[in-house]
């Protein structure tokens, strides 16, 4: 390769992307390297985009790049698992043998073999200390790891060659680990009485399936909202990231006409009709083909996470995105994905127990938010699957599209789901608890203007805060009759002390 000094030159993943071709989703990180001027970056929604020195100028070499790559860009397990597909074997064995204990062509040579289920013909390294593939200041890491002796290395990846997300620990993570969120949420609920909060919980159960249904535009009957509470119930009691589980799950929460009595066997996506025979595609998930391998990733993952000392958000982050993400089932994944969420946090002891936590409230106030942390990682890909969608509807999805859904960066999901758990404590919880003292003291009141039942009390609330703490004409026609002028004056005065209307 001629130098040349006249602009900026690609290095890293961006010179090895634009040198084979690869259809990759893009890394959070592009370098290159200029003939003037000193490091400099922009970041842009996440991206960061950095010039650097000619002093950094790695070399012409696909092993040159690939070092630059995991020192500056970090580990991309996609842009890799596409690479090593394409690079002859030699090449990484060449490169490799030249610095044989180099922790860089460790790393390379460990993944090229646990990416491509290939082996290089090179010997066992006999000596030297083990280092570890991801470094656990800049990634979340699975401790203590699994030592390799082949590379010495430690294995600390999130998850397998199946499924393997990467979580970066930015400074908003950073930020967040130094919030105790079980702390500050036993905070909240031990500033309220134990009885509130016993009579809490089923409101809180109720906000959280209804939310989470409400999401997905769909207002559940009497008998599915029990089922989800049901379900919502065991989440602190049972692990349900088992195939056969969340195949009983997904029975339990969807129209008994689409139950799945294994994943998915047709070609799903998400989308919307805009006009006759015009559909508009959101997201298009994995081929039915490859959920078998995918979902067996998926579980071996949680395990991966579940003993390996993650922290609790990070874990539920990555699992629950992950399996909306595949998508393995016909209806319910949507659920299913923020089920998980509470599952994973209450058995990981990031819930205190008997505590119902309303995530999908939180999310439902904040679409924005929960939107963007599905694009994140959706966006991109649709840019790169290409499908034919016939006359019907059908979609058919086109070359091997497997790797986009294995080796997913999720530091944009994870970051989302701690501001999603701060919103719940803060804001969903204490409205609830609110509401309920509030009505404890508004119901006190207004028995000692008049000795009402229970229901006409619960009737006269709910009506004076749907009016602005008032009772219209028309309501007090039809309910409340018998009510003196005084006593209704009363009556709504109390309720809008309560509730603090004015």
Not at 365 to 392: F, G, I
Request: hydrophobic share 35%; charged share 25%.
């Amino acid at each position: 390769m001629t130098l040349d000094t006249t602009q900026n030159r690609l290095a890293g993943y961006a010179f090895l992307i634009e040198q084979y071709g690869l259809s990759v989703l893009p890394n959070w990180h592009t370098s290159s390297v200029s003939p003037t001027g000193t490091l400099r970056s922009t970041i842009q929604d996440g991206q960061v985009e950095s010039v650097y020195s000619q002093s950094y100028w790695p070399g012409d070499g696909t092993g040159d790049h690939l070092e630059f790559a995991l020192k500056y860009d970090g580990v991309n397990l996609g842009i890799l698992s596409a690479l090593f597909d394409v690079v002859p074997a030699d090449e990484i064995t060449a490169w490799i043998s030249s610095k044989p204990t180099g922790k860089y062509a460790r790393r390379i040579w460990f993944l090229y073999e646990f990416l491509t289920g290939r082996e290089l013909p090179l010997p066992d390294l006999t000596r030297g200390n083990y280092t570890e593939l991801l470094e656990p200041d800049r990634y979340y890491t699975a401790a203590p790891g699994r030592r390799v002796r082949r590379q010495r290395v430690i294995d600390n990846l999130l998850g397998g060659k199946d499924f393997c997300p990467i979580i970066r620990r930015t400074e908003k993570l950073a930020a967040m680990e130094e919030i105790d969120l079980r702390k500050r949420c036993e905070e909240v609920v031990t500033s309220y009485p134990p009885e509130l909060l016993r009579r809490a919980l089923s409101y809180l159960y109720n906000k959280e399936t209804k939310s989470s249904f409400e999401i997905e535009h769909i207002k559940p009957s009497a008998s599915r909202t029990e089922k989800f509470i049901g379900l919502l119930e065991m989440a602190e009691h049972k692990d349900f990231c088992e195939k056969p589980l969340l195949i009983d799950l997904q029975n339990r929460i969807v129209d008994p006409r689409f139950r799945d009595a294994d994943y998915r066997a047709n070609q799903n996506y998400v989308g919307q009709t805009i006009s006759y025979q015009k559909q508009l595609v959101h997201y298009v998930c994995p081929k039915p083909d490859d959920l078998p391998e995918l979902m067996k990733g998926l579980f071996t993952a949680h395990q991966v996470m579940k003993e390996g000392a993650v922290p609790a958000i990070i874990h539920a982050a990555a699992i629950s995105y992950g399996f909306v993400f595949i998508h393995p089932f016909e209806d319910g994944n949507g659920r299913i994905h923020r089920f998980l969420i509470h599952n994973i946090l209450s058995l990981r002891g990031a819930i205190p127990k008997g505590l119902m936590f309303p995530i999908s409230a939180a999310m439902l106030k904040n679409p924005t938010l929960y939107d963007h942390s599905l694009k994140a990682y959706s966006s991109p890909l649709m840019r790169l699957v290409e499908y034919d969608l016939d006359e019907l509807g059908q979609m058919t999805v086109l070359g091997e599209t497997g790797r986009l859904y294995r080796y997913i960066d999720m530091t944009a999901q994870a970051e989302a789901l701690y501001d999603f758990v701060k919103l719940t404590i803060e804001h969903e919880l204490v409205e609830e608890l609110d509401f309920l003292a509030n009505y404890d003291r508004t119901k006190q009141a207004i028995q000692e203007i008049v000795d009402m039942p229970d229901r006409l009390i619960d009737l006269f609330i709910q009506l004076c805060l749907q009016n602005n703490g008032r009772l219209s004409a028309r309501k007090r026609e039809s309910h409340f009759v018998f009510l003196t002028d005084d006593e209704l004056a009363s009556m709504e005065n109390a309720v809008r002390e309560g509730y603090a209307r004015n």
